[in-house]
């Protein structure tokens, strides 16, 4: 059974930095991603990477301030947010997708096989 486990979220200061990981359980995928979901809204993505190239896809609203790598020798992925904005709180989700996808298709939910648990991500003013 896949599982993605997330951590690193919680109480930010608006301005500061966010750095979250993600560990898939016992494999490797295609692309691993990021998406969020504030209170009301819907879960929309935030960046992708593809784990062989190291190719990295972003969304426009985080181009600039956000960074997505990922270790081979940890399985880890990871997402780092710079300049934290009051509308970065949400609750940021990892998902994995197992075989080879449109790059486009990496930007929508229905592009990803398994997701994280998800977690919590606050800023503070």
């Known amino acids: 059974q896949v599982q993605l486990v997330e951590s690193g979220g919680g109480l930010v200061q608006a301005g500061g930095s966010l750095s979250l990981s993600c560990v898939p359980s016992?494999?490797?995928?295609?692309?691993m991603g990021w998406f969020r979901q504030a209170p009301g809204k819907e879960r929309v993505f935030v960046g992708a990477?593809?784990?062989?190239?190291?190719?990295?896809y972003y969304a426009d609203f985080v181009k600039g301030r956000c960074t997505i790598s990922r270790d081979n020798a940890k399985n880890t992925v990871y997402l780092q947010m710079n300049s934290l904005k009051p509308e970065d709180p949400a609750v940021y989700y990892c998902?994995?997708?197992?075989?080879?996808?449109?790059?486009?298709?990496?930007?929508?939910?229905?592009?990803?096989?398994?997701w994280g648990q998800g977690t919590q991500v606050t800023v503070s003013s």
């Open positions: 016992g494999r490797t995928f295609y692309a």
């Open positions: 998902a994995a997708r197992n075989s080879a996808i449109a790059r486009g298709s990496l930007y929508t939910r229905s592009g990803y096989d398994y």
């Open positions: 990477i593809n784990w062989s190239s190291g190719n990295t």
